[in-house]
């Protein structure tokens, strides 16, 4: 079995969740067992809905919240009807809204708050009971009860100072405990009191009975490395590096700053069987540093964290000048770069076009910015979508990214036959960009201005779209992207774990 440890996922996951996304299905494909182990709290959204959401299947979540009771991952079923019948009274009003149902009593001062999984069914994900103007408990479902959590008024403000869990009987399995003199909570069980969350951790890692012949992965090291160093043996020990793993700019001669995300992972190598990267660049550039800053030459290895079933070839012709990007709206992505480098271009090309597709914090200040600009004809926001069949219709992927660990949009991209215009930066970029054959990156460091990286951008598109022959830049995009099939990441796992 791999287990993989992660510690949350989200409607618009990062890189890291799509990532655990692809290598699920290349494991599934290759007959090898795998479980994706969740120990986020996740009460605004059902964990099933999210998982599956990436294509993971049911059997092959673990949360550590449920692992405890006998409640299995699972869509949520729970509907308004189930809930009725547990009023101790018919003495109600009802109204909805959207994804929200409002219960109110007319005997004393109590509602209940329902919150369904979608605009259009009666199946309800959350239920909060207010009394007196105060939050006192919140239920949680799936096909039944699985937890809830009690509330008390403090400073104005309601706060949760328990959970309990359920098995499917309606039985509590366990107990978690938030006392007013620790920041931890207590976690009570019929047999034992656990002390904090790591030991919780710990206690699951322990019941999954690891042998040998099991693998663990750690995709986020932060708060479960040491726990599970400490708990998975005797099974493999693996940490997947997702991201750039040190500071240039504070790294010297006789120091290296690691990422704090790989920092203690990369300190205690000893205890780590393998690293895994997803581009040989990064490969090399980790194996020289560990063997000159901790004089050690640990075992890496490197398989893409993404892969293509297909290579995607248009049926009609790609809409000339058409640009796309995908990505979390982040700040660290700088689609604000990419909007100001096509409004740059718009001034030579007023048939070029942008698509931003993607959800995240950004995106108001995004949609801001394109009204600043009155760009709206030709730079438009998206939202969250498939991109598999839509990539193929536009003619160039655009990227102002400081870093891509990876970069699984431009693999995407690549096999939909895109050149990418991006900057030169670790380690996706120049993974999937021969410059001049199916792209351009232009090269920078921290000093260059804002104004330049945005010029430079703008440069590289129009050069595309009006000096270099872009019917060869897709075909080599093409020809990039061939040694990234299904079939060949499938063998480096199998490979890994035979």
């Not at 400073?155 to 107990?175: L, Q, S």
């Amino acid at each position: 079995m791999v287990y993989n440890f992660n510690l949350g996922i989200g409607w618009a996951s990062s890189g890291v969740e799509y990532a655990q996304s692809y290598r699920g299905i290349a494991l599934r494909k290759s007959g090898i067992p795998a479980k994706f182990i969740f120990t986020d709290m996740f009460p605004r959204d059902p964990l099933e809905h999210m998982t599956k959401n990436l294509y993971f299947e049911d059997d092959e979540i673990i949360w550590l919240y449920t692992f405890f009771t006998d409640f299995k991952i699972a869509p949520v079923t729970y509907t308004k009807e189930d809930l009725e019948k547990t009023f101790p009274s018919e003495d109600y009003t009802y109204t909805r809204e959207g994804k929200v149902g409002t219960y109110r009593f007319h005997s004393g001062d109590i509602f209940y708050r329902a919150y369904f999984t979608d605009y259009e069914q009666d199946f309800i994900h959350r239920v909060e009971y207010v009394s007196g103007g105060n939050l006192i408990r919140k239920d949680y479902f799936s096909y039944a009860r699985m937890y809830t959590e009690y509330y008390a008024p403090e400073n104005n403000k309601a706060k949760c100072y328990m959970r309990r869990f359920y098995n499917t009987d309606g039985t509590t399995a366990y107990e978690e405990v938030k006392e007013e003199d620790r920041e931890e909570a207590t976690y009570h069980f019929p047999d034992r009191i656990i002390d904090s969350k790591t030991e919780l951790v710990g206690y699951m890692i322990d019941e999954l009975h690891v042998t040998e012949n099991d693998y663990v992965l750690m995709d986020r090291t932060t708060f479960l490395g040491q726990i599970v160093l400490e708990h998975a043996r005797p099974a493999k020990i693996g940490v997947v590096i997702h991201a750039d793993h040190y500071s240039k700019g504070v790294t010297n001669e006789d120091y290296i700053l690691w990422n704090n995300y790989y920092e203690n992972a990369f300190r205690l190598n000893r205890f780590i069987d393998f690293y895994i990267v997803s581009t040989d660049q990064q490969r090399t550039l980790l194996l020289e540093q560990f063997e000159k800053y901790n004089g050690v030459t640990p075992k890496i290895i490197t398989i893409p964290v993404g892969s293509l079933p297909r290579l995607r070839y248009p049926s009609e012709p790609r809409k000339r000048y058409s640009m796309l990007t995908a990505s979390r709206l982040a700040a660290e992505k700088h689609c604000d770069y990419d909007i100001k480098a096509c409004v740059k271009v718009h001034e030579a090309l007023p048939d070029i076009t942008l698509d931003i597709y993607g959800e995240g914090k950004e995106k108001t200040e995004l949609s801001n910015l394109i009204h600043k600009y009155n760009a709206e004809n030709y730079i438009r926001l998206m939202g969250q979508h498939n991109l598999e069949d839509v990539y193929k219709k536009y003619e160039l992927y655009l990227t102002a990214s400081r870093s891509e660990g990876f970069g699984l949009s431009l693999l995407e991209a690549i096999g939909s036959g895109l050149p990418i215009v991006g900057f030169d930066v670790p380690y996706g970029n120049p993974t999937f960009v021969d410059e001049g054959q199916n792209g351009h990156l232009f090269k920078y460091d921290e000093h260059t201005s804002e104004t330049d990286k945005v010029q430079a951008l703008a440069n590289m598109i129009i050069k595309i779209f009006t000096e270099d022959d872009i019917e060869s830049f897709h075909q080599h995009s093409y020809d990039v992207a061939s040694k990234y099939l299904d079939e060949e990441v499938r063998d480096k796992w199998a490979h890994l774990f035979q």
